[in-house]
Every structure is written in structure tokens, then in C-alpha cells.
């Protein structure tokens, strides 16, 4: 039989060597235009100048890798060990209280919870409050009896990334409400973050508060940081801005931090952890007139430098660890005594004590309240399994 290739097989091998040779052409045209691009924006990382900068980088890089820093937390959260661990802050209440709360998912988070208060000024009668949270969102709203509601709204871009949002619509008040806008960024050894608040870019002129702040380790124990604000209450004002430092610095089981504010004061903190069940702190601080006044003009007078004080507040507070409960209580240089004793009656059930005694004004106020944490047998099975689950971005 005749081996010779037929009339078609012939046309196909004579299309797939010009196809061939075509592509052959178009990787060498393609490879030259690429060389003269690279040619041609090469200097843009060839020059002295971008090749000092890149080994600077790596070297800044090297050394931060090789003395092993940690992320420091935030500049609002430098002292939070004492200020939220140990001190009263946010905790004090006065009159009766009762919480209820019904969890019903923990992953994702879902809550609801009614709040009932009486004899207190600084608390509406009725709140109604709702929570759901995943990994990557945070939800929270509140309503209560003065018609007052309050949002957030987080969301987590990335392990490193979150943005917050809050709002807050209130009737009858003085102006629009409130909105904050906040980025954090949390880096191996540094955070910072960019907060605006009630920011209004549709004027002429921009207003609102803007703050941006940064926090970087320098040693595996000190950390170094600022903060800077904009500010301008009105179109028709002029802006005002002012700069803040800060420094913490970590022990074995101790935690130092100072604070030179913008506003004329110098504030520091010292936390200490004694033994497992007890923590203990002190924080001092000084307004400085003159420290004041240099804040500037107008924007002294809006960030509170013009009418600062020489006056100086020092606290001392300690808390106590129970198996069931926990103690704390505080004293001032201006004679304010308070405590607070949260005690776990059962596994749902929780009461609280809190009072507090003005030794100079020689007022005393006391309050009662009572938590109670609903949630069935699968929720709390869901609950054991989800310890090491990650957490919302609070």
C-alpha cells in the first residue's frame, strides 16, 4: 500500500508550521518590547538613591525579625491593664439594676438582653440591646426609653485590618448625633490607627475631629508612640491640631506607661500583678498651665490647654480574684473611696455591689444589680466546642 502522506495531511502540516513560525516571531517581538521597557524604567530602581533606601529597608527589616518584637496594642489601650483591669472605670452605677440575656448561637454570636434600671441618673429606665458577631462581624445596637439608639459596626478585612463604625441618634439633642469612623491596623511589632469623628467633608471647609496615632516596638520591653488631632468645630473656625506622646513599657509582671497629652498634662501608670488572684496599680495625673498654653491659641482653648490647671489626681486601686467572684476598689488624692464586688451566685446568676464614698463633698452613692444569662443545653455544648473558635472583631 502507498505510505505517502495524503492531500490534507498535507495542508494541515503546512498551517501548523506557519502557526509555528508566527508564534516564534511573536515571543521575540514580545521579549524585545519587554527589554526596552525594563531599559527604559530601570533607573526608577538602579539609581544610588533607590539602592541606599532598599538596603536601609533590609537591614531595618533584619533587625526587626532578629530582636523578636511584639505587637505593643494601641495607644488608647496603653494602660489598659490598670485602666480597665484593675480601676472602676465604666463599672460604678448607683440605684437598682437588672440585666437579662438570651444567647441564642454562639458561632455565630447571637444575643439579645433587657436592661432594666432605677434611682440612677446616668441610666434610662428600659434598654433593649442585640448582638450577632462572627469571625469577621461585629453588630451591636441599642434602644432605650429615652428613644436614644446607639450602632456598631465592625468588620474585619483581615487578621491585621478592622474597620469600627458607631453612630448614635438621640432626640431633642444639640446637633446631628454622633458618627465615628475608625481604621485599625495591627502590624508584628507596631498598630496604628485613623479615627474621624462626626466628619463632614461637603462644606467648603472640612470639620470634625481626626486622629491618627501610632505605636511601634523599639526593644522586646518599650514601645514608642504618638498621636496626632485635627479638630474644627465649625466651617467658620479655624482648625486646630495637637500632638501627643506616648511610652510603655513591659516587665515580668509589671507594666509601666506615661502619657504627655496635647492638653497640657503628663500622665502615668504603673500595673503589677502580685500573685495569680491579685493585681494592684497606681496612676498619677498632672495639669501643667503652662504646658497648657502652649497648645495654641483657639485650639488650646477647644482641647482644654487654655483652661488647664495645676492640679494633680493620683489613684490607687487593686483587684482581688475569688473562685466565684472578684473584689476591686480604688482611692484618690480627692477623697473618693469606691468599690465593686461581682459575685457568681450560680452558673447563670450574678449579682453586683458597687458604692462609693466622696469623703470632701461628703456624698456616698451605692448600687445593686442582678445578671441573669439565659441559654440552652446546645448552646452551651456549642459553647465548650467553640473556646478556640476566633473571636469577632470587638
Sequence with gaps: MDSSPSPSQLAADSIAQTTNLAQEKSSITLEKGSRALGGSMGFLHQNPVARSLSDFYNAFQTRREVLGLSNPGTVDNIAAELQRGVFLTNLLFSGLRADMTKTSSVNPLFQVSHAFSQGSQAQPPYAFAAIYGSSKIFLQSTLDSDRTLNARFNYRWNPRLVTKTSAQLAPGAAGPGMLSLEHDYSGADFSASLKAVNPWPLDDRLSGIYIASYLQSVTPR?????????????????????????????????????????????????????????????????????????????????????????????????????????????????????????????????????????????????????????????????????????????
Design 222 to 394: 518599650l514601645a514608642l508612640g504618638l498621636e496626632a488631632v485635627w479638630q474644627r468645630a465649625n466651617p467658620a473656625d479655624a482648625p486646630q491640631t495637637a500632638i501627643s506622646y506616648a511610652a510603655r513599657y513591659k516587665g515580668d509582671e509589671w507594666i509601666g506607661s506615661a502619657q504627655l497629652l496635647a492638653q497640657g498634662a503628663v500622665q502615668t501608670s504603673y500595673w503589677r500583678r502580685l500573685t495569680d488572684k491579685v493585681e494592684a496599680g497606681v496612676d498619677l495625673n498632672l495639669q501643667f498651665a503652662g504646658l497648657g498654653g502652649a497648645a495654641g491659641g483657639a485650639g488650646g482653648a477647644m482641647l482644654g490647654g487654655a483652661g488647664a490647671k495645676k492640679e494633680g489626681v493620683a489613684t490607687l486601686g487593686a483587684k482581688y480574684d475569688f473562685r466565684m467572684s472578684s473584689f476591686r476598689a480604688q482611692i484618690d488624692s480627692q477623697g473618693k473611696l469606691g468599690c465593686l464586688l461581682e459575685k457568681r451566685v450560680a452558673n447563670p446568676v450574678q449579682i453586683v455591689f458597687a458604692g462609693e464614698l466622696d469623703h470632701i463633698k461628703n456624698q456616698a452613692k451605692i448600687g445593686l444589680g442582678v445578671s441573669i444569662e439565659a441559654a440552652s443545653e446546645d448552646v452551651l455544648a456549642e459553647q465548650e466546642k467553640a473556646q478556640n473558635a476566633p473571636t469577632p472583631p470587638f
